[in-house]
């Protein structure tokens, strides 16, 4: 009996609900899908606010630029110029000797590097030892040895301003009125050269009145 009854009830509350259509059904699945469509816009702009710059997706290989391998150097490069190099020991040997023969002469010499043994007509300045007034004179050689002198009488002031491999110049001093000994305030340059194996100026040498005053010492 109770349970006629309560299947009865049943059947009543289901008399007193409205009956819905067709048009209600369809209404309820359009809703769904546009649920769904909104859902999925909100997921797709969550995405593009956390993803890296780009869109790129996380974890995702990102492209390593190429280094282009450094070119290397050409077997075939020109060398650096080597340093020019000294004297041989043969050319040290006959700048001695040369040294020696002005020694013998009773000079000693004030530059060693004016001697270039590798040229045909060679020099040496001297002043006479243990006289500091003595003035200069130069001393030319050859590879056979002493060939000349540039003048018999001293200069107070010689140097050799220029040289080539057969011929030599030489700048003297030369006294002006007034000068002072010992401070020529003129020059001249004399070019010497071997003519038929002999030591010849081209140049006139100042007289030796021109050339030298003593000076104390």
């Known amino acids: 009996?109770?349970?006629?009854?309560?299947?009865?009830?049943?059947?009543?509350?289901?008399?007193?609900?409205p009956k819905r259509g067709p048009a209600a059904r369809w209404t309820r699945r359009i809703v769904g899908v546009l649920a769904t469509g909104a859902l999925f816009a909100v997921g797709v702009v969550s995405y593009d606010m956390i993803a890296p710059d780009g869109g790129a997706a996380v974890g995702a290989p990102t492209a390593t630029p190429t280094t282009t391998p450094k070119a290397t150097k050409s077997k075939h490069a020109k060398k650096k110029a080597s340093k020019p190099k000294g004297l041989t020991k043969a050319q040290?040997?006959?700048?001695?000797e040369a040294v020696d023969s002005v020694r013998e002469q009773g000079f000693t010499t004030l530059?060693?590097?004016?001697?270039?043994?590798?040229?045909?007509?060679?020099?040496?300045?001297?002043?006479?030892?243990?006289?500091?007034?003595?003035?200069?004179?130069?001393?030319?050689?050859?590879?056979?040895?002493?060939?000349?002198?540039?003048?018999?009488s001293p200069s107070t002031k010689l140097k050799v301003s220029k040289q080539g491999k057969?011929?030599?110049?030489?700048?003297?001093?030369?006294?002006?009125?007034?000068?002072?000994?010992?401070?020529?305030?003129?020059?001249?340059?004399v070019r010497f050269k071997l003519t038929d194996g002999a030591l010849a100026p081209q140049d006139t040498v100042p007289t030796q009145e021109e050339r030298y005053q003593r000076t104390s010492g």
Request: avoid cysteine.
């Open 166 to 189: 057969a011929a030599i110049t030489l700048t003297y001093g030369v006294y002006k009125p007034g000068d002072p000994p010992g401070q020529p305030s003129a020059t001249k340059r």
């Open 92 to 96: 040290k040997r006959a700048r001695s």
């Open 111 to 152: 530059k060693e590097s004016d001697y270039d043994p590798k040229a045909t007509l060679r020099v040496l300045i001297g002043r006479p030892v243990g006289d500091a007034g003595g003035g200069h004179t130069a001393f030319f050689f050859t590879k056979d040895g002493l060939v000349g002198k540039d003048a018999q």
């Open 1 to 17: 009996m109770e349970s006629s009854a309560r299947r009865v009830k049943a059947d009543r509350d289901r008399n007193r609900l």
